[in-house]
T-cell receptor, first 113, second 113 residues
Framework: EAAVTQSPRNKVTVTGGNVTLSCRQT?????MYWYRQDTGHGLRLIHY???????QIGDVPDGYKATRTTQEDFFLLLELASPSQTSLYFC????????????FGEGTRLSVL | GEQVEQLPSILRVQEGSSASINCTYE??????FPWYKQEPGENPKLIID?????ERKQTQGLIVLLDKKAKRFSLHITDTQPGDSAMYFC????????????FGSGTQLTVMP
């Protein structure tokens, strides 16, 4: 069964802290995405990748880095976390790009104090 | 950047009635339009999608209409049940052939018994 697994599911850090969110998909999908979800804004794309070693910038990339180490693994890095980055983060994957609906992971709730 | 406008943001209907959610997009080259349902504490899940070569699609009590001339698409839920209560998101591909989806800001649907 197709799956996207995120870890951790919950994370609390302090302002200025260093956070890494992990995502693994076992669907042989080429595309992987990081979104953040905030009330009133829907789902906003942070970064995405279409293959190992590839990284593309989304709509709200400031303050975030990402790395795609393998076809399966995509990481989101917050090197100096700020309270404005408190949010619900979703990883997603799809076989192809914008003409296929991404499959979402379970989400990571991040609080930056 | 390009946006997808989704209305209404809050929708309350009586059980057994219909619910309609409307979205508009900016780029006439957009060619793929998925709809997601998100229940509390869960991830968004694809419920129906439509491509630009269609004007109407129906599945299991859901109807999607696409008006390319008006750059508008809509979701209609017939015979609503309490289990339909959730957040709904529309999305549109950024442009023809693009990898990226742009999401609306969501509609919180409540079906009242």
């Amino acid at each position: 069964e197709a799956a996207v697994t995120q870890s951790p599911r919950n994370k609390v850090t302090v302002t200025g802290g260093n956070v890494t969110l992990s995502c693994r998909q076992t669907n042989s999908h080429n595309y992987m995405y990081w979104y953040r979800q905030d009330t009133g804004h829907g789902l906003r794309l942070i970064h995405y990748s279409y293959g190992a070693g590839n990284l593309q910038i989304g709509d709200v990339p400031d303050g975030y880095k990402a790395t795609r180490t393998t076809q399966e693994d995509f990481f989101l890095l917050l090197e100096l976390a700020s309270p404005s980055q408190t949010s619900l983060y979703f990883c997603a994957s799809s076989k192809t790009g914008g003409n296929q609906a991404p499959l979402f992971g379970e989400g990571t709730r991040l609080s930056v104090l | 950047g390009e946006q997808v406008e989704q209305l209404p943001s809050i929708l309350r209907v009586q059980e057994g009635s219909s619910a309609s959610i409307n979205c508009t997009y900016e780029n006439s080259a957009s060619n793929y339009f998925p709809w997601y349902k998100q229940e509390p504490g869960e991830n968004p899940k694809l419920i129906i999608d439509i491509r630009s070569n269609m004007e109407r699609k129906q599945t299991q009590g859901l109807i999607v209409l696409l008006d390319k001339k008006a750059k508008r698409f809509s979701l209609h839920i017939t015979d609503t049940q309490p289990g339909d209560s959730a957040m709904y998101f529309c999305a549109a591909s950024l442009s023809s052939g693009s990898w990226q989806l742009i999401f609306g800001s969501g509609t919180q649907l409540t079906v009242m018994p």
